[in-house]
């Protein structure tokens, strides 16, 4: 939209007639001495603010570009990974794209492909797959990351640990200088057995961290996941020290099911931001 035009009251006119200028002048002398004016009114018109859906869908429509006729995709799973399995249904229902199958990392996921006609398949049918696409909750320099705050982290890490790339689309809120520094949720998946043991043990194995442990609720009763696991999100005041170290150590913990500290998987990430959108590679 053109930005408002200013108005200025005239002292004189011009009228064009016969190619022949004519100045018409006030009639009063006294007026040219003391010229008046109305009231000038400018308005600057500041650029729109991107939504975070909006920046979500920039990163999702640049991510797809990636995405090749009879490739097989790892389907993530969230808010910005559902904006990828859209644009995937528009192209496959234009005939740009042909012949890919996915493999969702949840039943939402899979849901939402499926009624967007997205041919599905399952990791035990296709062991290698040549992309996935998914989102990230946080994004740190050198593009490890924390997920699973939508609860599929496990099913994420087997889709995305089996894929030749793995291209992550994100805001960039989502960019911190240490995992853990966004003070959100680190979630760790656990079996249902004893969860509490476990969640005494995770909050002991952070303390210098100033972690905080709490057992994520879908209303009064505990979430459970796809695979019928709880999730105990950790929250940090300061970064983690030590990812790799955290992971390993993690994984150690007897009922624990998976964690999602997502390190060396990405081999891209996009981010949108107010500059536009940006391609981070190692």
Known sequence: ??????????????????????????????????????PMSIKALSAPVLTQDQLKKLAADKAVDY???????????????????????????????????????????????ASLGIPLSLLDHHPKIDLAIDGADEVDPELNLVKGRGGALLREKLVEAASAQFVVVADESKLVDGLGGSGLAMPVGVVQFCWSYNAKRL????????????????????????????????????????????????????????????????????????????????
Not at 4 to 33: C, G, H, Q, Y
Not at 84 to 91: A, F, M, N
Not at 96 to 111: A, F, H, N, Q, Y
Not at 218 to 246: C, H, M, Q, W
């Open 1 to 38: 939209m053109p930005p408002p035009m200013a108005t200025l009251s005239p002292i004189s006119s011009i009228s064009l007639s016969n190619s022949s200028l004519f100045l018409r002048l006030p009639s009063s002398r006294s007026s040219l001495s003391k010229p008046t004016y109305s």
């Open 67 to 113: 995405v090749k006729s009879g490739m097989v995709l790892g389907l993530g799973t969230g808010s910005t990974a559902a904006f990828v399995v859209s644009k995937l249904g528009e192209l496959l229902k234009e005939g740009v794209l042909k012949d890919i199958i996915g493999i969702p990392t949840s039943k939402r996921t899979e849901e939402q492909a």
């Open 203 to 282: 909050q002991d194995l952070f303390k210098e961290e100033g972690c905080e442990v709490k057992l994520r609720m879908d209303g009064d009763k505990p979430y459970v996941t796809d695979n019928s696991n709880y999730i105990v999100d950790l929250y940090f005041e300061t970064p983690i020290k030590d990812s790799r170290a955290a992971g390993a150590e993690i994984s150690r913990f007897e009922g624990v099911v998976e964690h999602g500290l997502f390190l060396d998987m990405a081999t891209a990430v996009i981010i949108a931001g107010s500059d536009g959108v940006s391609v981070k590679t190692k």
